[in-house]
């Protein structure tokens, strides 16, 4: 559960205030002189931009060369390959793991505000909320991926919890599988099935002053500024400033977002690039004020209620939160050698959340009676993270070795109180009046100074050895991590800290092992077997035994695939098993609230296929499916042995075209496809939400003025303007978003 600090902003306030942050930004002397505008591509080695400059003054760019350079560095680009935790960047033909990285220039284009938006591009992704609030959940191979437990550089435990702010990263990367010998185990016990990592911008050898506007239906406005610059003989200091903010009515009737974003990521290397440091601090504000939540169904309910209209919000004007974060991060580099490299990070997060939430509880599927509860819920976390390894190279006759050995460690002091309403006024999805909030008598904690009732501790240590043979064509991966994770969880005491209630203290050695066959140079047949070590779930505030702490546990995944990589197209297949304790929330009957619980085991068997990059000149795609078999075991007195998880599609297809007018220099075309297969609500499969199809459409075109770059940006999601439940996980129903319309555009001074 999450919540936010700051005092409940109001919209027109918050306009104000990013009006004042865009002009800011624009006073920053030191950085904001005229830059060419060249894209923002990797960064180059120092001497090639030192070598070039007479070059370049002799010819300036045409109008029409700065059009095909802007274009260029719009187009649609996904990856393969990434940042893999204790194994280092890699590309995708090279592990036996299936990763994918979504560019800064996907971000740009599809106009994204949130993370949840950039996963709508990925076909083995869905977007949920959490439990009774507005934060986003993701779900990768039928498995959850809290917001507690996406990672930042490979780093877990020091990234915003509930909603992210895209705008200050340079790529996301999804990693589809277990990912704890990777990373760790994560700090809530999710990320089973896959991982989410976010990548910082760093400056590039091109510099960049990057100046855009955005506007969404119904009313939000906002804007962003992105300033990168190198210093040095040799290029050696670099500076990334990102300042990105949005506020206004969204397309939901009465549901306003604000949100802010502050970014400054410095870099250094020396010389001779044999050290380099990084270092990123950030701050994000985000809220959301009159939200339209998700819907719990009592268990009275023999139907799933038809959605309400696209637009229509059945939730409360009162309910809202807010969040506050404050984060950042320290990366060492070292190379003792052509062949050794030291590392280390240290990454913190201060995270103060509150929010007033009503999620209802349908009573009547036919005529969309409900009950609606009260909970006002204060949230303080302070995180610290740390990693620190050796990599290093060499052979043993024919055999080249690749080891990784180092360790990481985590502390986390989550903070919480709560506030209940006792009766929980009668309310209609369809036809939604306003009343006031209920008074919130059952309390539980110090509201006004929460006490902590989760301290965390996960320590690991890891080691690895890849093996490659006949000239790397085979390459064979072995390892383990250690892990100890130390969990205390706190009763809630309105007179200081509370009792311990559930102490864990366990350890365990989850190995690893991997394989890689490169048939040809462009292709790669790959296996896997990964143990992993996760914290049990806890029960979420919405839930009358919030805070329980359940057990850790140990998951084990099976995977076998295929990848093909060119470069310019990439395409890869996946089959996989997963397994971990089944947990989900259950309705309480006439209260509005909700018991969480484990019953029996999850496993998920699944085949997966992604496609990616040019299929022609000016043609480019995205997208691929999935089919998910969600078998639940051992359940309770095997009453639901072999039926479906809750909230898990079989089977999710996405698509995504993109076309260069060919008539019309600079001009392109994009269509969206999202198509999410039969999801059950109910463990008894007794209800289920039907197959949904959502189609989007975007243009954008590109020109110059001044022999400056500009974008102008124009999309419409859900064009059809179709009525979709599009999610079920944990019990609560999502309505889908209503047509939204959508446009920016982007210059380069």
Known sequence: MRAYLLSRPRPARHRRHLACLLLAGTTL????????????QTQVASNKAVAAPSAAKSSAPTDEEIIVKAKRRNQMEVTSGGQLGALGNKKGLDVPFNIRSYSSSMILNQQSQTLGQVLENDPSVRTTYGYGNFSEM???????????????????????????SPQLYDSVQVLNGASAFLNGAAPSGSAIGGNINLMFKHATDAPITRLTGDYTSSAMGGGSIDVGRRFGTEKQFGVRLNVAGQSGEDSINNEYRHSTALGADFDWHSRDNSTRISMDMNYQNQ??????????LSSSVTSVPRPVAPSHNFGQKWAYNDLNYIFGMLNIEHDLSKNVTLY?????????????YSSPTLTDAATGAATAGSMYVPYNQTNESTRAGVRAHFRTGFIKHEVNAGGSALWEDSAAAYAMALTSPTTNIYKTPQFTSPAQTFVGGVLNDPQTTNWTRLYSLFFSDTMSFLNGRVALTGGFRYQNMMINGYNYSTTGRGSLSTPYNQDAITPVVGLVIHPTRQTSIYFNRIEGMSQGDTAPASAQNVGQIFPPYKSAQYEIGAKYDIGRFSAALAFYQISRPNSYNVP?????YSVYKQDGLQRNRGIELTVNGEILPGLRFNGGGTLIDADLRH??????????AIGIPNYTINGNLEYDLPFLKGATVVGRVVNTGKQWVNTANTLHLPVWTR????ARY??????????????????????????SFNGYLLEGLPRTFKFSFTTDL
């Not at 280390?344 to 007033?356: D, Q, S, Y």
């Not at 309480?588 to 509005?592: D, L, R, V, Y």
């Not at 359940?635 to 479906?644: F, M, R, V």
């Open 29 to 40: 002397p030191a950085f904001a002189y005229a830059a060419s505008p060249l894209p923002n």
């Open 138 to 164: 993701f779900v990768i191979r039928g498995f959850a991926v809290n917001g507690d437990d996406v990672a930042i550089n490979g780093l877990y435990g020091i990234t915003p919890r509930q909603l992210v």
């Open 287 to 296: 809220g959301v004020d009159g939200g339209r939540p998700g819907l719990m």
């Open 344 to 356: 280390g990070a240290f990454g913190a997060l201060n995270a103060n959340e509150k929010g007033n």
């Open 588 to 592: 309480i009957e006439g209260t509005g």
């Open 635 to 644: 359940t309770a007195g095997g009453l639901q042995n072999g039926n479906s």
């Open 695 to 698: 189609f989007d459409l975007a």
């Open 702 to 727: 590109t020109f110059t003025t001044y022999h400056k770059p500009v974008t102008l940006r124009f999309g419409v999601d859900n064009i059809a303007n179709t009525r979709y439940w599009s999610s």
